[in-house]
C-alpha cells in the first residue's frame, strides 16, 4: 500500500479542478459541509472526499499543466516528490531504510497505458507503471493484482494508489535494501531490471551470448534477475 495525504502529488496551495463538473477545490475555504476545515492541502482530504459538484473521486482533480510541459516529466516529479516526503515524514530511523539510499526516479519511458520505470527509495526497489489516465485502475483496490504486457513478456503488477496519480501498476524488485552499498549500487540494478523487463524475446537465430544484457560498465548490479523476477513473471 501506499498511503495517501500530502504526497497526492499537488503543491498545499494548489487549487485543483475535477475534470468531470469543473468544480475547484480551494485549501484556503475547505470543505466545512465535509468535515474538511479550512487551510486543508487537496493531498490532506479524507479518502471519504468527493468532488461536491459531481460526487467524483479525488483522482479526477488535476491542475492544468504549464503550457508546453511534458506530461511524463510532471508525472514522475510527482512521484518522486511523493516519496521523498514518505521518506521525511514516516521513514527516518526505519530499520528497514539504507541509510546510503535516496530516493530517486530511473528510466522512465512510454510504454502501453502510461509510463514504466523504477523507483528507489531507502526502503524499496520497484517497477512503477503510471498511468496516463489517473482512472485506468480504479476498480482495483491496493494490493489487487493485474496483468500487464511488457516486451518481455506478460507480469503481474500489484496495484496501489497515490493520490491525483491514480492508482499504479508495481512490481516490488527489492525490499532488503542493504544489499545495495550506495546509490549507484542501486541505480544498476534498477538499469539491470528496467532492462530485462523491456527487452524484446530473443530470436532462435541471434547467438545465445546476446541474451544475456550487459552490465553497467563501472558498477555492479547486487541483485540477481531470478531475485528481481522470481515472482513477477506469469
Known amino acids: 500500500m501506499i498511503p495517501g495525504g500530502p ?3 499537488f503543491a498545499a496551495d494548489a487549487r485543483p479542478a475535477c475534470g468531470s463538473c469543473g468544480a475547484v477545490y480551494d485549501p ?3 470543505d466545512p459541509g465535509r468535515e474538511v476545515p479550512p487551510g486543508t492541502p487537496f493531498g490532506s482530504l479524507p479518502d471519504y472526499w468527493r468532488c461536491p459538484g459531481c460526487g467524483g473521486a479525488q483522482h479526477g482533480f488535476t491542475v492544468p499543466e504549464a503550457p508546453g510541459a ?5 508525472r514522475v516529479a510527482a512521484l518522486t516528490a511523493s516519496y521523498r516526503l ?4 514516516d521513514m527516518v530511523g526505519v530499520p528497514i531504510c539504507n ?3 535516496s530516493v530517486e526516479a530511473v528510466g522512465f519511458r512510454p510504454h502501453g497505458p502510461g509510463w514504466i520505470g523504477c523507483v528507489i527509495a531507502p526502503w524499496f ?3 512503477i507503471l503510471i498511468p496516463r489516465d489517473p482512472a485506468l485502475w480504479a476498480g482495483l483496490r491496493d494490493g489487487d493484482k493485474t496483468e500487464v504486457a511488457l516486451p518481455s513478456g506478460a507480469y503481474r503488477f500489484t496495484a496501489a494508489r497515490l493520490g491525483v496519480l491514480g492508482t499504479l501498476a508495481v512490481i516490488p524488485l527489492a525490499s532488503a535494501m542493504n544489499v545495495f552499498t550506495d546509490q549507484q549500487d542501486a541505480r544498476a540494478a534498477a538499469v539491470l531490471a528496467l532492462d530485462h523487463l523491456m527487452r524484446e524475446p530473443q530470436s532462435e537465430n541471434r547467438p545465445v551470448e546476446d541474451a544475456e544484457p550487459p552490465k553497467p560498465a563501472q558498477s555492479r548490479p547486487t541483485v540477481s534477475r531470478r531475485s528481481l523476477f522470481g515472482g513477477g513473471r506469469r
Open 86 to 89: 514518505i521518506a521525511e515524514r
Open 99 to 101: 541509510a546510503a539510499l
Open 7 to 9: 504526497e497526492a502529488g
Open 125 to 127: 526497489l520497484n517497477a
Open 28 to 30: 484556503a475555504a475547505g
Open 70 to 74: 511534458d506530461p511524463m516529466e510532471a
